[in-house]
T-cell receptor, first 116, second 112 residues
């Protein structure tokens, strides 16, 4: 089975540019999560979706960040305009989540983003 | 959210057992104990979870104290591939079960 697929694996761009990160969850999974990992702050949950609907976006740092899930097999995380402090590894994860269950989250290999 | 405390780092030798401790003194009755690990340059991967009883799977064993205020992840025979950061996470089944809140974890080094 294909796991969670993220693209691109690496992105280097200049400050002020728009950045779009993409994620394809595991087929049949109904929950999708975006995380960010930095040395200073570790792994942080940015936002998650259940059945394509955003449930909790309290981790999104500011209005420059937006996430969409137009269908069950695709999600994007967009940063506009990007800043050097956005440099991090961004992970997408999915799970077959039902309420009151303990389904594990399956993570992609991440996108390493560098903003110059 | 209930918090967990783990040692920053541990070291062990290949083919020996490894016991990774986790303290969670404020655990609630609806908190499950989850373990994930993150190998270098990869995303986290699920290892095991439990509520009250000890649990075993193909990757590891989870030993949970009777008062549930601590737990231990056991790798029975470590290999070099087990070198990773191990995260102990409490997951409230009733509220916010979808969330995983990662701490700093324990960086495990395996010596050949």
């Amino acid at each position: 089975d294909a796991g969670v697929i993220q693209s691109p694996r690496h992105e280097v761009t200049e400050m002020g540019q728009e950045v779009t990160l993409r994620c394809k969850p595991i087929s049949g999974h109904n929950s999708l999560f975006w995380y960010r990992q930095t040395m200073m702050r570790g792994l942080e949950l940015l936002i998650y979706f259940n059945n394509n609907v955003p449930i909790d976006d309290s981790g999104m740092p500011e209005d420059r960040f937006s996430a969409k899930m137009p269908n069950a097999s695709f999600s994007t995380l967009k940063i506009q305009p990007s800043e050097p402090r956005d440099s991090a590894v961004y992970f997408c994860a999915s799970s077959a989540q039902e309420f009151y269950s303990n389904q594990p989250q399956h993570f992609g290999d991440g996108t390493r983003l560098s903003i110059l | 959210d209930a918090k967990t405390t783990q040692p920053n780092s541990m070291e062990s030798n290949e083919e020996e057992p490894v016991h990774l401790p986790c303290n969670h003194s404020t655990i609630s009755g609806t908190d499950y104990i989850h373990w994930y690990r993150q190998l270098p340059s990869q995303g986290p991967e699920y290892v095991i979870h439990g509520l009250t009883s000890n649990v075993n799977n193909r990757m590891a064993s989870l030993a949970i104290a009777e008062d549930r205020k601590s737990s231990t992840l056991i790798l029975h025979r470590a290999t070099l591939r087990d070198a990773a950061v191990y995260y102990c996470i409490l997951r409230d089944l009733v509220q916010g079960a979808q969330k995983l809140v990662f701490g700093q974890g324990t960086r495990l080094t395996i010596n050949p």
